[in-house]
């Protein structure tokens, strides 16, 4: 099989968590991705995507900008360098007492979709959907 059609087997078997799933996946501990964008400037491509997890009694929104440095065979984004050395490798954090306070100002600050989280370390599937559909 070819990487692009192993690309978008991959991106086909990407499956959206419930609203239910994605609570009680944060609850329990695991972590949980969304896709935000991919944004175009003069000279480099950049994709911007969150995180949302547990930390002890905690619950942290992670926003990451990083250049697009993925390619036909490379969709690791959690690899994909930063665009702002502060925030180097980690991203910009946010901290709640409630995983409902942690979605709200996912949706609210970024813009992201209750119903387009993936389980964390699935991310890439997100990530390959963009490389096989790009924006025109």
């Known amino acids: 099989m070819n990487l692009?059609?192993?690309c978008s087997e991959t991106a086909t078997m990407s499956s959206y968590l419930t609203i239910l799933e994605l609570i009680a996946r944060v609850r329990l501990g695991k972590e949980v991705e969304q896709w935000l964008s991919y944004v175009q400037e003069a000279e480099s491509a950049f994709i911007r995507w969150l995180s949302i997890g547990k930390d002890k009694n905690q619950f942290i929104v992670t926003y990451f900008e990083s250049f697009d440095e993925g390619d036909e065979g490379f969709h690791d984004v959690h690899?994909?360098?930063v665009l702002d050395?502060?925030?180097a490798p980690y991203g910009t954090g946010y901290e709640f007492d409630s995983v409902e306070e942690a979605l709200a100002f996912a949706t609210e600050a970024y813009g992201a979709?209750?119903?387009k989280f993936v389980a964390g370390g699935m991310?890439?599937?997100e990530y390959a959907k963009h490389f096989l559909h790009p924006p025109m």
């Open 4 to 6: 692009k059609a192993k």
């Open 79 to 81: 690899e994909f360098s």
């Open 85 to 87: 050395p502060e925030d």
């Open 113 to 115: 979709s209750i119903d």
């Open 123 to 125: 991310i890439y599937t």
